[in-house]
C-alpha cells in the first residue's frame, strides 16, 4: 500500500511497459521516482533492472552507483585512506570481505585505473 500511496508503483511501471523494460523491485522504483522528484542526483542498487532504467527518458539524469562507484567516489574524496594502487586493491578486498560482495576483476581494473 504504501508504494502506491507514493505513485511509485504507477509511474515505473507505466515507464518501463512503454520501453519494456523489466520489473524493478518495489523498493529500487521508489529510490528512482524519488530520487526524480526531489533532483537527487545518485541511487545505490545493485540490481541489473534498476541499473538499466536509467536508459528511460524519465530517469536519464539519474546515476545509479553500484557499490563499487561508492567506494571509488570515497577514495577520490579523500575520505578513504587509500594512497598507491595497492591500497585501492587491499581496500576493495576488505570490503569483499566484510560483505561476501565480490567485484568483477574488469570493474575493480576499471576503477583502480581512474583513481591512479
Known amino acids: 500500500m504504501f508504494y502506491y ?11 518501463g511497459r512503454i520501453n519494456g523494460f523489466p520489473t524493478i523491485d518495489h523498493p529500487e522504483a521508489t529510490a528512482l521516482v524519488l530520487a526524480k522528484r526531489a533532483n537527487i542526483k545518485n541511487v545505490l542498487s545493485e540490481n541489473k533492472a534498476t541499473i538499466s532504467a536509467i536508459e528511460l527518458e524519465d ?22 585512506p587509500v594512497n598507491t594502487p595497492s591500497d585501492i586493491k587491499r581496500f576493495y578486498a576488505e570490503y569483499s570481505s566484510d560483505t561476501g560482495h565480490e567485484f568483477r576483476k574488469e570493474k575493480l581494473d576499471d576503477a583502480i585505473k581512474i583513481l591512479k
Do not use: H, P, Y
Not at 69 to 76: L, P, S
Open 5 to 15: 500511496r507514493l505513485g511509485v508503483i504507477r509511474e515505473i511501471s507505466e515507464a
Open 59 to 80: 530517469f536519464k539524469d539519474i546515476k545509479i552507483w553500484t557499490a563499487l562507484e561508492v567506494i571509488r567516489e570515497a577514495i577520490a574524496m579523500g575520505l578513504l
